[in-house]
């Protein structure tokens, strides 16, 4: 008789798929349901294949299996209620942000299908076509400059380094569904410890981030929107990530998908060659920094000229022109994954880049308040920290008191977060936690009603 197989077997792994956006292996789906036997969960796999509910890409060792479009269409509308609410929380939106956001959140089957438009870069006129108002600019600037003297290029970002290191390769990780924490990062970037159970995939994307933002920082001349910038930052970015590891820091000459959208970007190597070319030239020849940052943001990812990773080094090469100017870099910290995939959705498929400056100028102010001497205010005080201020509080206090490491902390406030705070939001609860950990203090620890010595203690081991 043969086994029977339990009905939510398939939703199990069609769930598994569902979380990972860039596909999963079939090794490592395997690791994470060790109770279906290989050859079954095979079958299960070519179903969903042959029902069109699963996507299979590549050959060989090299498979990978993702949700469909309209699946993953699908599940993002059931999840529309609690992720606007989480988006509305955090992001706010102009009218024209709200509209856009309301237009590419339909099923993708009555969204028009849509290729590449030269025009909306080649009408761009660098220093009269405006992206950011000059009243929006100079608002970045005020809350960006962090020195009134000048100094060399470079200047500031060195002496933040440590902290934007780990920062910036966590959110941009995150933003592609990257799922270490915040400790786990550090640790990572640290000591080179991965975690167990995780694909390696995600270790990779992290130390990647690690060395593309040491070039970035590194004093140079020939650092700028230029070919060997952008080149060798795909290059740093995407090592060991893709197919073939030949199209590293290489423009693509294959015709190359995106998911969960009805954009087709372009597939002759000539055009996307003098595209890309063209793109370069009107951001070197841009004159605000942030407007070349937000350029960059929108216009790369667009075009898509790599065969995977642009949006990674769209983030990246945003904080080019920030760094050479000694404002405050760019970590997208707190940004909501959904926020920035509308944002760029809505570029894609409309040419409209409203929500996605929604998202920058937001991001922008909440990155200055992590880093600048000269906290600005960002209006009132954050609810979400208020709502769980004494929760915050106890975990951290637990941690220092139990003289737990990074990896054993990150255990713990995963544990405790899955316990007494909801689903929506545990990982913002989560981030908070563990930021204030790695912030903790001799002058602050007063806060969690710590003593010196129990610091200290803590502090001693805390790696």
């Known amino acids: 008789m043969s086994k029977k197989i339990p009905h939510t077997e398939p939703n199990a792994v069609r769930n598994i798929i569902a979380d990972i956006p860039d596909g999963i292996a079939i090794d490592e789906l395997s690791g994470k349901l060790p109770n279906i036997p290989r050859r079954t969960l ?69 969204r028009a299908p849509v290729g590449y438009n030269r025009y909306f870069l080649a009408d761009y006129i660098p220093n009269k076509t405006l992206y950011l108002s000059g009243k929006l600019s100079d608002e970045l600037h005020k809350y960006g400059n962090v020195t009134a003297q000048e100094q060399p290029a470079g200047t500031y970002v060195r002496k933040i380094f440590n902290r934007l290191l780990i920062d910036l390769s966590w959110n941009s990780s995150r933003l592609e569904g990257n799922t270490y924490s915040l400790l786990q990062t550090e640790r990572l970037l640290e000591l080179g410890a991965s ?38 930052l795909h290059a740093l970015l995407s090592e060991n990530l893709l197919p073939d590891p030949q199209a590293s820091g290489r423009i693509r000459e294959i015709a190359v998908g995106v998911g969960r959208t009805s954009y087709h970007p372009l597939e002759v190597p000539q055009m996307i060659n003098d595209c890309f070319d063209l793109m370069l030239e009107k951001a070197t020849a841009i004159q605000d920094p942030f407007e070349q940052a937000f350029f960059i943001m929108v216009h ?48 894609y498929e409309l040419n409209r880049i409203e929500f996605l400056r929604d998202v920058f100028v937001w991001a922008y102010k909440r990155s200055c308040a992590r880093y600048s001497a000269v906290r600005q205010s960002l209006g ?11 929760k915050i509080a106890s975990i951290v206090a637990h941690v220092v008191r139990s003289g ?60």
């Open 380 to 390: 009132e005080p954050d609810p979400f920290r208020m709502r769980y201020r004494d």
């Open 195 to 232: 975690v167990g159970g995780k694909d390696m995939r995600e270790a990779q994307m992290i130390l990647n981030h690690k060395g593309a933002i040491e070039l970035l920082a590194e004093p140079s001349s020939d650092t700028g929107f230029n070919r060997y910038t952008i080149l060798n």
């Open 42 to 110: 095979q079958r299960r796999l070519s179903k969903l294949v042959n029902d069109k509910l699963v996507i299979r890409e590549g050959k060989g060792p090299s498979t990978r299996y993702r949700l469909s479009d309209i699946q993953a269409s699908a599940q993002a509308d059931s999840n529309h209620e609690l992720e606007t609410t989480q988006l509305e929380d955090y992001i706010p939106v102009s009218p024209e942000g709200e509209a856009l956001r309301n237009a590419i959140r339909k099923p993708i089957q009555s």
């Open 300 to 347: 790369l990812p667009y075009l898509q000229p790599f065969e995977d990773v642009n949006k990674r080094v769209s983030r990246l090469a945003a904080n080019i022109p920030l760094i050479r100017e000694n404002l405050c870099p760019l970590s997208f910290v707190d940004v909501p994954q959904r926020a920035y995939i509308d944002g760029i959705l809505a570029v």
């Open 404 to 463: 737990l490491d990074k990896q054993q902390a990150s255990t713990q406030i995963k544990l405790h977060a899955d316990k007494q705070i909801g689903a929506a939001d545990a990982p913002r609860f989560i981030e908070i936690v563990e930021t204030e950990l790695m912030s903790l203090h001799e002058g602050s620890i007063a806060r969690y009603r710590l003593r010196p010595s129990e610091y200290q203690q803590w502090k001693a081991g805390w790696r």
